[in-house]
Structure formats: structure tokens, C-alpha cells
Nanobody
Framework: QVQLVESGGGLVQAGGSLRLSCVVS????????MGWFRQAPGNEREFVGG????????NYGDSVKGRITISRDNAKNTVYLQLNSLKPADTGVYYC??????????????????WGQGTQVTVSP
């Protein structure tokens, strides 16, 4: 059974930082491309960023470039999202997603077959 469990969400003030974690089980994590998406009420799910199976390549969404770092620890089956200089527009439910081996980092929800339940991030002005 595949499980992705996000943690680290909560209420953060604008200008602050957050670090989300996602622990993955039930897939060969070291071969999985990992992505982070977010969704605000009434909006479509938005690509935040992704990381290749090896951790050597990343791809970030335009709205967070310059403020985001995604990393992974294959020994711990965990992927991380660090987002700095938070803005109220960063508010939403953040989802971790996994796909099988890919040569590129997908930026669309359809590129990922497994999803976590999501963790709420609220950025106050």
C-alpha cells in the first residue's frame, strides 16, 4: 500500500518560512520523482516544485522561484519543501506527490500517480 504523509503545515506570518516533510512508503522511493503541489479554495492545483529521483535536478513553479528549495533524503524515504519569504498568496493545502521513474520532472498533476492527504498552510498578513 502506497502512503505519502505530509507534515509541517500550520499558521505562519508573512515573511516567515516553512519546511514541509513528506514520508513515503510502499514505492521504491529512490526511483520516484517527487512533486509538491498546492491548492487554494476555488483554485486549481498548482505545481510548486519537483525533484528528480536522484535529487540532482529540481524544477520550481514560477510563483515560488527564488524562495523555494526542494530536497530529498533517499535513506529516509523523505522529501522536503523549504519555502521562505512567505506571502498570504502562499496559503493553501500543500500536497506531496510521487511518480514512478521519469526522465523529466512533471509539472502537472496527471504526471503523478500517488498523492498524500495534504497539509494546510496559512500565511497571515
Amino acid at each position: 500500500q502506497v502512503q505519502l504523509v505530509e507534515s509541517g503545515g500550520g499558521l505562519v506570518q508573512a515573511g516567515g518560512s516553512l519546511r514541509l516533510s513528506c514520508v513515503v512508503s510502499g514505492v521504491t522511493f529512490s526511483r520516484a520523482t517527487m512533486g509538491w503541489f498546492r491548492q487554494a479554495p476555488g483554485n486549481e492545483r498548482e505545481f510548486v516544485g519537483g525533484i528528480s529521483w536522484s535529487g540532482t535536478s529540481t524544477n520550481y513553479g514560477d510563483s515560488v522561484k527564488g524562495r523555494i528549495t526542494i530536497s530529498r533524503d533517499n535513506a529516509k524515504n523523505t522529501v522536503y519543501l523549504q519555502l521562505n519569504s512567505l506571502k498570504p498568496a502562499d496559503t493553501g493545502v500543500y500536497y506531496c506527490a510521487a511518480s514512478g521513474y521519469r526522465s523529466t520532472i512533471g509539472s502537472k498533476p496527471i504526471d503523478y500517480g500517488y498523492w498524500g492527504q495534504g497539509t494546510q498552510v496559512t500565511v497571515s498578513p
